[in-house]
């Protein structure tokens, strides 16, 4: 079992060693599994004021699976050089993708635009953002709820177009005829 601090699970280097703060003992000898609610996803409230808000990112892009059927795949060896690039990443990731003959992922990727925005796309089509929704779900935030409406939940679709600021420029953008159908 790897132990949640100590082991290069997540980043180059134990979770230990980029603590921002001093760790509690009941935490020392914890297991990765441990910190994981098979319902909730992480136990952040356990760990978030530990580390910095990066590795707490990192640590959420992670899902643990249990059972036997659940092992793990290389999925991509490396260049010749043995350098991670780009390009055979995509390209492994893209044929898997054709398997599934995901129509967003192609139309996504086909636009001319940054890879930067390309996968920021990509992230709000299969609702990744990290709002306080989904953080809330993996259990690094107290509430789902948005800190500037308050009352209602931060979820992709609020952040991009229902926010007030974001609903501002969507109808500033968007011909007066569609917005009917576009909000």
């Not at 060693?17 to 020392?28: G, K, N, Q, Y």
């Not at 092992?71 to 690039?85: A, M, N, Q, R, Y």
């Not at 709002?131 to 800190?147: D, E, I, V, W």
Request: with cysteine; aromatic share 10%.
């Amino acid at each position: 079992m790897l132990c949640f601090l100590s082991h290069k699970w997540a980043l180059d280097k134990p979770l230990a060693l980029v603590a921002t703060t001093c760790l509690p003992l009941e935490l020392e000898n914890t297991t990765v599994e441990e910190m994981w609610d098979v319902h909730h996803g992480w136990k952040g409230d356990e760990f978030a004021d530990l580390l910095t808000q990066n590795t707490v990112k990192i640590i959420a892009s992670h899902s643990l699976f249990s059972g036997e059927d659940n092992e793990d795949h290389l999925i991509w060896s490396g260049s010749s050089l043995g350098k991670l690039t780009i390009k055979p990443v995509l390209t492994t990731i893209r044929e898997d993708i054709q398997e599934d003959s995901d129509t967003i992922w192609r139309l996504i990727w086909q636009l001319r635009a940054s890879q930067r925005v390309c996968f920021f796309i990509w992230l709000a089509a299969h609702d990744q953002i990290m709002t306080n929704a989904n953080r809330y779900s993996h259990g690094l935030a107290s509430n789902p709820f948005c800190k500037l409406c308050h009352d209602i939940i931060e979820t992709t679709l609020h952040v991009l177009r229902d926010f007030p600021r974001a609903k501002y420029i969507w109808q500033k953008l968007v011909p007066t005829l569609n917005q009917s159908g576009f909000f």
